[in-house]
């Protein structure tokens, strides 16, 4: 199974400040159709997960333009440009080129 | 709009069998992949398993720590998926999600959840 290792897990920022997720995975992410399947979500408390990224960089629909994503290969990054009180939650990349699909452990926002 | 709405969460004793269910709306099931995902208390996210589309030939697959004991079903006459689940284990209690996925490469559509404890 393939790997997928975050960091930071734990991301205090304050208001109106930038935020950068990383995601590492453990084999290259390019399908053999040569798409790269990475996925970002966003938890936020008591919420089912939501879809914000994917395909390495293809905002999902309503997502604000604060969030992009970026990466090949192995190495990807989320990042948020300026952070707001609702960004508040776990955020994971979580690859879908090869089953079974797996998840990065969770990077927790808070403000500081 | 597209939903999700999970069913079928229960308490169940160590060893015994559960069948979730997802019913969908404003999507028809059997035309995109589908999966379910865990969450146990306090953890992270766990694939579970997933079914293509029947364009796609309608194949499952399953990670190991259920292979075996998880079977997916899709009953397209209610626009429903199910998750069979056998053979319960402690570990298996978490709250389960159905998702789908409508853009290629990602899985944008989710349910609320429902949540499944094992314990004796």
């Known amino acids: 199974d393939i790997v997928m290792t975050q960091t930071p897990l734990s991301s205090p920022v304050p208001l109106g400040q930038p935020a950068s997720i990383s995601c590492r995975s453990s084999?290259?992410?390019?399908?053999?159709?040569?798409?790269?399947?990475l996925s970002w979500l966003q938890q936020r408390p008591g919420q089912p997960p939501r879809l914000l990224i994917y395909?390495?960089?293809n905002r999902f629909s309503g997502v604000p333009d604060r969030f992009s994503g970026s990466g090949a290969g192995t190495d990807f990054t989320l990042k948020i440009s300026r952070v707001e009180a609702e960004d508040v939650g776990v955020y994971y990349c979580?690859?879908?080129?090869?089953?079974?699909?797996?998840f990065g452990q969770g990077t927790k926002l808070e403000i500081k | 709009e597209f939903q999700l709405l999970e069913s079928g969460g229960d308490l169940v004793k160590p060893g015994g069998s559960l069948r979730l269910s997802c019913a969908g709306s404003?999507?028809?099931?059997?035309?995109?992949?589908m999966g379910w995902v865990r969450q146990a208390p306090g953890k992270g996210l766990e694939w579970v398993g997933r079914?293509?589309?029947?364009?796609?030939?309608?194949?499952?697959d399953y990670p190991a720590p259920v292979q075996g004991r998880f079977t997916i079903s899709r009953d397209d006459s209610r626009n429903t998926l199910h998750l069979q689940m056998n053979s319960l284990k402690d570990e298996d209690t978490a709250v389960y999600y159905c998702?789908?996925?409508?853009?290629?490469?990602?899985?944008?559509?989710w349910g609320q959840g429902t949540v499944v404890t094992v314990s004796s």
């Open positions: 998702t789908a996925s409508t853009v290629g490469g990602g899985f944008d559509v």
């Open positions: 404003g999507l028809t099931l059997s035309n995109v992949w």
């Open positions: 079914i293509l589309s029947k364009s796609s030939g309608g194949t499952r």
């Open positions: 395909k390495i960089s």
């Open positions: 979580m690859q879908v080129t090869q089953h079974p699909y797996t």
């Open positions: 084999q290259s992410l390019v399908n053999s159709d040569g798409n790269t399947y």
